[in-house]
């Protein structure tokens, strides 16, 4: 078993601001991010680098005295996805391979459409 030479995260996806940023000034962003991935990547002396792949939920960017909120624009269906996700990981028994199991939920949804529509009140 390798061990982890070092760790690193990075930062995917986008957010949306409510007004324009000043290019003058320094940015600082806090926020809450989801846990997407991990990745191990080998060096070739018995050691890895990994990385964290970590999206973001909620953000505040600050500039000077000026103080911005921002979501994500996601769409439905990664929203969906995210949801199944979050589903799998607290399963007691979970199968192997999230694909199959995110494939089997979809597939149950499509087949029960109509009773959705009306447990929702559509």
Avoid: C
Wanted: hydrophobic share 30%.
């Amino acid at each position: 078993m390798e061990s982890i030479n070092t760790h690193l995260v990075h930062l995917s996806g986008k957010i949306e601001i409510p007004e324009p940023l000043d290019e003058e000034k320094f940015v600082l962003v806090m926020g809450e991010f989801d846990f997407s991935k991990k990745t191990d990547t080998p060096n070739g002396d018995g050691t890895s680098d990994r990385t964290y792949t970590l999206f973001p939920t909620r953000i505040e960017v600050k500039q000077g005295e000026n103080r911005l909120f921002g979501k994500p624009k996601r769409r439905g269906s990664q929203r969906l996805r995210g949801a199944i996700w979050h589903t799998y990981n607290k399963l007691k028994d979970p199968p192997k391979d999230f694909e199959i199991y995110y494939d089997n939920v979809i597939n149950k949804l499509i087949v029960r459409w109509e009773e959705v529509l009306d447990f929702l009140g559509e």
